[in-house]
């Protein structure tokens, strides 16, 4: 079973149209982190924001905002008035503590979501 | 503002010679990561390295692939005997404290013909 699910694999939006990216997370760790992680086409992978399991206050970061809910086990990601330079595949991830067996810290990541915003 | 850094940025080489990627983490770090990305496809854990010993492995991470932080500097991969789906980028990743976020490099493109 996948511990993070990305189940949009493409999404098409038009410039300054919102969008938003989901992100269903399975642990059984009580400690964990996710992270959302963009690579654009040049390949690098750029860290956005990473979130621990004991915060689950919503972050926001300019245009981008992160809806964190343990309830759903889901980090979801909205790019409010997206633009083009959004355009990339965006990674959630996430890292376990280890409490139950699980991985110690190494990123799991999703299978991602390939953005493209059309001017 | 420090980074990680990987050479060379694209590697090719012949199905069954043996490879090293290289790796300079953020220098205060103490976790190191291997990862890598089929083409296409998500990022797949390869490898943990701390306190100069693996950490954890993946199923990836078979006999032919390796881990060295030789100089306290560098932090390498070798694969042994490439073979063709070893065809993927390769990411190095640092870490600084056990709670940290991940700084990755920008990858070493490797191409195996």
């Known amino acids: 079973a996948q511990k993070v699910t990305q189940a949009q694999t493409e999404i098409s939006v038009v410039e300054k149209e919102d969008v938003t990216l989901d992100c269903v997370y399975e642990?059984?760790?009580?400690?964990?982190?996710l992270f959302w992680y963009k690579q654009p086409p040049s390949g690098e992978l750029v860290f956005l924001i990473r979130?621990?399991?004991?915060?689950?206050q919503n972050e926001i970061s300019g245009r981008y905002s992160w809806n964190f809910q343990k309830s759903t086990s889901s980090f979801n990601f909205t790019i409010t008035a997206s633009q083009v330079v959004d355009s990339a595949v965006y990674f959630c991830a996430l890292s376990e503590s280890g409490n139950y067996g699980g991985s110690q810290g190494n990123l799991i990541f999703g299978k991602g979501t390939k953005l493209s915003v059309k001017p | 503002e420090p980074e990680v850094t990987q050479t060379p940025s694209h590697q090719v080489t012949q199905m069954g010679q043996e490879v090293i990627l290289r790796c300079v983490p953020i220098?205060?770090?103490?976790?190191f990561y291997w990862y890598r990305q089929i083409l296409g496809q998500k990022v797949e854990f390869l490898v943990s390295f701390y306190n100069n010993e693996i950490s954890e492995k993946s199923e990836i991470f078979d006999d032919q692939f390796s881990v060295e932080r030789p100089d306290g500097s560098n932090f390498t991969l070798k694969i042994r005997s490439t073979k063709l789906e070893d065809s993927a980028m390769y990411f190095c990743?640092?870490?600084?404290?056990?709670?940290?976020?991940?700084?990755f490099g920008p990858g070493t493109r490797l191409t195996v013909t």
């Open positions: 642990t059984r760790d009580t400690t964990y982190y």
């Open positions: 220098s205060n770090h103490l976790y």
């Open positions: 990743a640092s870490r600084g404290q056990s709670e940290g976020e991940q700084y």
């Open positions: 979130r621990n399991s004991f915060d689950e």
